[in-house]
């Protein structure tokens, strides 16, 4: 099926769902919807190095409009954004701020391993990552180990050790411990009982700072 002559065809950047809610709404919900346009056609027009004499001459659109719709002093229409969509080639729904916002709720199955359940608490791969962590077992004989990153630990329930380089800690609950990971580290169950706390690592590791109590010196 074709569009008339004119209209968004099925894959026109313009033909979306924005073109409806605009054309419905009262006065006050479009000002509401076309509220920022403006910053968004200059920001497209810039990261596309165009002048205002080039996207006049791909629109038909006068460049003094343009100027005023970028500066906010000319009220968008639809027989405006429609032409400058095309010519930006986004979606009318990108242009005018009425995507819809995705749902924020992390939803991922927890992680097992030695005796750790380690469940998610961000979804993007790459940068901070967040979980929360119930430890429930393991050895209670500290083995350090190092690789690259910087890890932030908060205590919600028992009682954590902690063995960072000379430090041998121990962290209760509302206690936290940040440190670079390429530091020698171990942390485990202090005694039989779990502990449950929240973990903020990063890829970069850059500084220690300490916030516990010190458990011992270790001799060994």
């Known amino acids: 099926m074709s569009a008339g002559p004119g209209g968004p065809g099925p894959g026109d950047p313009a033909g979306s769902e924005a073109a409806e809610a605009l054309a419905g709404a009262g006065d006050e919900a479009s000002e509401q919807i076309l509220a920022g346009v403006g910053e968004r056609l200059r920001g497209l027009r810039k990261e596309r190095g165009m002048t205002l004499a080039a996207l006049s001459a791909g629109t038909g ?3 003094s409009t343009l100027s005023r719709l970028e500066a906010g002093r000319r ?6 954004l429609l032409p400058l969509a095309r010519a930006h080639r986004v979606a009318l729904d990108e242009l005018v701020g009425t ?12 992680i097992v ?8 608490l961000s979804r ?15 050895s209670l004989d500290p083995e350090t180990r190092t690789h690259e990153g910087y890890e932030w630990m908060y205590v919600l329930h028992g009682r954590l ?10 962290l209760e609950p509302g206690e936290a411990a940040e440190f670079d990971t390429r530091v020698p580290h171990w942390f485990g169950l202090l005694d039989e009982k779990p502990v449950e706390l929240l973990v903020l690592f990063g890829p970069q590791g850059e500084r220690m700072h300490v916030r516990a109590r010190p458990k011992r010196k270790r001799t060994d």
């Not at 995507?99 to 927890?110: H, I, K, L, S, T």
């Open 99 to 110: 995507r819809p916002v995705a749902d924020p709720r992390v939803r991922a199955e927890p």
């Open 61 to 63: 659109i006068s460049v």
């Open 124 to 138: 993007h791969p790459g940068g901070v990552q967040a979980y929360r962590m119930v430890i429930e077992g393991g």
């Open 75 to 80: 009220r968008p229409t639809l027989e405006l």
């Open 113 to 120: 391993r030695h005796h750790r359940r380690m469940y998610p």
């Open 161 to 170: 050790r902690l063995v960072l380089g000379e430090h041998d800690l121990v």
